[in-house]
């Protein structure tokens, strides 16, 4: 008796079902179900990887990992308000990470001590508000005794993404204070003018306070 493709893979002779064909047939269905979930995973939708930003300037300021020395960032607003880590909010200005170095970067897991290693500060302005911005840099706190080298950006986010500046500024001792940068915003958000004049911004006395 002659077999017809389709008819369910049977044997010549009437027998039932080819096992063998049964099995690999299904076994290739499971690859290819698993290969199209695994597809899936590993390329997300664009839409589901975005992370916006609700901010119109970002300043961070990092320093060498580990150190356990305390740099400090302050920023005053047009209207002469100053962010700093005990005023972290202060209109438009919000301080979203104070790191003091070392200090608060263990965590104990599972009985493992997790230490992060990255010492970075960052401050948002989110919304836009004319004038002049003063960002200054303060060494608050020193276990090392020596200098900290800094690195200190401002990026503007809206409308356009650009780097308005990428400085180090080198602060020699505990207790030294130096202006970054003087930066004036036009009513529309845009840069207008960029100095370094030294503006003095910390109001209390080494040890007055901890940072």
Known sequence: MAIRAGTGGKRPGGGGADPFSDLLFNSL???????????????????????????????????????????????????GKKLWF????????????DDRGMDDDKVMVDDEMIENPLNQEIVTIRGVYPGRYT??????????????????????????????????????????????????????GRLKKMDKKPRRLVVFTNGADQG
């Open 135 to 188: 960002v200054n840099l303060h060494y608050y706190k020193s276990k090392t005794h020596k200098p900290v080298e800094a690195d200190v950006k401002i990026f503007k986010l809206r409308p356009d993404y650009k780097v308005i500046l990428d400085d180090k500024v080198i602060l020699e001792s505990k207790g030294v204070e130096k202006t970054v940068v003087n930066f004036t915003l036009g009513i529309d």
């Open 29 to 79: 269905l499971g690859i290819s179900l698993l290969f199209f979930i695994a597809i899936i995973f590993i390329n997300p939708t664009s839409k589901d990887a975005e992370v916006e930003i609700k901010a119109y300037f970002v300043i961070t300021v990092t320093w060498k990992d580990y150190s356990p020395d305390d740099i400090d960032v302050w920023v005053e607003d047009p209207l």
């Open 86 to 97: 005990r005023q972290r909010e202060v209109g438009l200005l919000h301080l979203d990470r």
